[in-house]
């Protein structure tokens, strides 16, 4: 059964940088979506970036420029690389995956990580 398991959250001040991890383990095909949702504190929560099968990927307008989401396939781990963090950015991140192949519609993830918390400081 495909795992999931999240690491690289802390605390930084706006305008820091993190990279947080995802390992994925159990893996029987390749065929499917992954990517990186968020909670925000009080709300709920929300895609963040996702990559499809063909490594095409997506990513929410307000982190565009910001976060980019990568996948080493070797290492089988999912990975996004956060600059210029915002207090905004602030929330639990998790690493999840879709049955889907080349669209990645987020009601479609199924399968979620435990999950790493980013707090940003003004």
């Known amino acids: 059964q495909l795992q999931l398991m999240e690491s690289g959250g802390g605390s930084v001040q706006a305008g820091g940088s993190l990279r947080l991890s995802c390992a994925v383990s159990?893996?029987?095909?390749?065929?499917?979506?992954i990517g990186w949702f968020r909670q925000p504190p009080g709300k709920e929560r929300e895609v963040v970036a996702t990559?499809?099968?063909?490594?095409?990927?997506t990513d929410k307008d307000s982190v565009q420029g910001r976060f980019t989401i990568s996948q080493d396939n070797v290492k089988n781990t999912l990975s996004l690389q956060m600059n210029s963090l915002k207090p905004e950015d602030t929330g639990m991140y998790y690493c999840a995956a879709s049955a889907m192949i080349r669209t990645c519609p987020s009601t479609t993830f199924g399968l979620w990580g435990q999950g790493t918390q980013v707090t940003v400081s003004s």
């Open positions: 159990g893996l029987t095909s390749r065929r499917y979506c």
């Open positions: 990559i499809n099968t063909y490594g095409s990927t």
